[in-house]
């Protein structure tokens, strides 16, 4: 019912920038929270950031400054900008949308395929 498409990954030396986006698609009513979240082999995924609806933002120690999250209400996408890339935030990366769909009375969380971000000279 519900899709969320990430696109954006790719492989970029230290120092680089990247863009990701998240489209969300299918029966959804309303969109609470759009976030991005990473891992890597061996370790638990971490959040890296996230919007509300009504723009609040939150990120992680590890990239604040760095990264920046916005969202198209309108267009239910999600992008994750990030600069000055380092080798450790290597990861995959997952969008997770936490959604009403329509017809439902409460939320709960969707995520992407993953998409795969590797910093490295």
């Known amino acids: 019912q519900v899709q969320l498409v990430e696109s954006g990954g790719g492989l970029v030396q230290p120092g680089g920038s990247l863009r990701l986006s998240c489209a969300a698609s299918g029966s959804i009513f309303s969109i609470n929270v759009l976030g991005w979240y990473r891992q890597v082999p061996g370790k638990q995924r971490e959040l890296v950031a996230a919007?509300?609806?009504?723009?609040?933002?939150n990120y992680a120690d590890s990239v604040k400054g760095r990264f920046t999250i916005s969202r198209d209400n309108g267009k239910n996408t999600v992008l994750l900008q990030m600069n000055s890339l380092k080798p450790e935030d290597t990861a995959v990366y997952y969008c997770?949308?936490?959604?009403?769909?329509?017809?439902?009375?409460?939320?709960?969380?969707?995520w992407g395929q993953g998409t795969q971000v590797t910093v490295s000279s």
């Open positions: 919007i509300t609806s009504g723009g609040f933002t």
């Open positions: 997770n949308a936490l959604l009403v769909i329509t017809g439902s009375s409460s939320s709960r969380a969707y």
